[in-house]
């Protein structure tokens, strides 16, 4: 297996890199300077169809937490974001988009209440280690923060829960969507909790310790094989259908959480105070400029998107296709983009063009798909 990449100590093995080896991966990307697996099966649509059918296991060690402990712990996360974070409960998992005085999206992790005085982020690719260290110092807040030896394992598919149910017991299945619990393996107490990068249903091993990472992969893997049980990642099909966003693709620091349909996830009339507050209300008032959507195209199966794709409506470029491929269940090619407004409308028609110039017809859709 070559994966194209230069491997130095700049680019961080995982606690199961050698397992994702042995395993078979075809190809590696890197996420908060880590390896993260992009390929396994024959064909992405392959990966595709067994991820909606069986169970899959996932090296998502990209998640970094940024932990965050102390008398101000509540306060320093409220302040980085406009979501509502009052109501939180040890035990609860929230989707937080984190902004930055403009409004712009830092980054949106989910975050995790472990007790009042302590939290994690787990982060998808972007700096939040520093970010948060800096703005603690600014505030004088009382914390410590740092990167704890923490590595997900994911168990995405529709037969995750009988496959941990096997390996945990019963009460795995009481765990409700966004929440976690501690459950026993090798003597220790790890954190579990039913969310995933996926719709297809699943669980996300939060493993406390990387030196059980070979141990914890053979164990699912073990007690996975009568459930058909194979190594993947991230489906890009599968998470464009879903709905679900890649910062980095989807949306950046240009991006504010209203252009990102992340507006129920943002409270501007409450009582707390947060970064970029006075932007963000005054976007919601003039209305975004701006909408992520979905956008169906072109009937003939067409390359992945490495160059963002024009969106044109007319002769006008109304936006650009960040994510796309060919969906074996639309027969279509899907993808995301962000629409300006007035354009945005689902059953717009658009026309796509290519990376070769060639134009497709097409359509505005909502995500995700049923």
Request: proline share 5%; glycine share 10%; charged share 20%.
């Amino acid at each position: 297996m070559s994966s194209g990449l230069l491997m130095t100590r700049r680019i961080r093995r995982t606690p199961y890199t050698a397992k994702v080896e042995a395993a078979g991966v075809r190809g590696f990307t890197v996420v908060n300077h880590m390896l993260l697996p992009k390929a396994f099966q024959p064909s992405l649509e392959d990966d595709y169809w067994h991820l909606r059918e069986h169970v899959q296991l996932w090296d998502v060690s990209t998640q970094r937490q940024v932990e965050i402990k102390g008398a101000d712990a509540a306060k320093l996360c409220q302040w980085m974001t406009p979501r509502n974070l009052s109501n939180a409960k040890p035990g609860d998992c929230l989707y937080v988009p984190l902004i930055d005085e403009n409004a712009g999206m830092v980054n949106d992790p989910v975050l995790l209440k472990l007790a009042n005085d302590h939290f994690w982020l787990s982060i998808a690719d972007s700096d939040v280690l520093l970010w948060t260290k800096g703005l603690a110092l600014g505030k004088g807040f009382e914390v410590s923060i740092g990167e704890p030896d923490v590595s997900p394992l994911a168990v995405q598919g529709p037969k995750a829960e009988n496959l941990l149910a096997t390996l945990f017991g019963e009460n795995i299945r009481k765990l409700r969507f966004f929440k976690f619990g501690w459950f026993e393996f090798e003597g220790t107490k790890q954190l579990i909790a039913r969310s995933g990068y996926s719709k297809q249903g699943g669980f996300e091993i939060y493993l406390n310790g990387s030196h059980l990472g070979e141990k914890l992969w053979d164990t699912v893997w073990d007690a996975g094989l009568e459930f058909n049980i194979r190594p993947g990642c991230p489906n890009l099909i599968e998470r464009i259908e879903a709905g679900l966003y890649s910062y980095g693709n989807e949306f950046t620091f240009d991006n504010n959480p209203l252009e990102c349909g992340l507006g129920t996830y943002c409270e501007l009339d409450g009582d707390f105070d947060f970064i970029g507050k006075s932007a963000l209300k005054k976007i919601a008032d003039q209305g975004p400029a701006r909408q992520m959507r979905g956008v169906v195209y072109g009937a003939e199966k067409l390359p992945g998107v490495a160059i963002p794709l024009s969106v044109l409506v007319e002769a006008k470029t109304v936006g650009q296709i960040t994510s796309g491929a060919w969906s074996p269940r639309l027969k279509r090619n899907i993808g995301t983009s962000m629409i300006d407004a007035g354009y945005w409308n689902v059953g717009q028609p658009v026309i796509v063009v290519d990376a070769a110039g060639q134009k497709h017809d097409g359509e505005v859709i909502k995500l995700p798909v049923s």
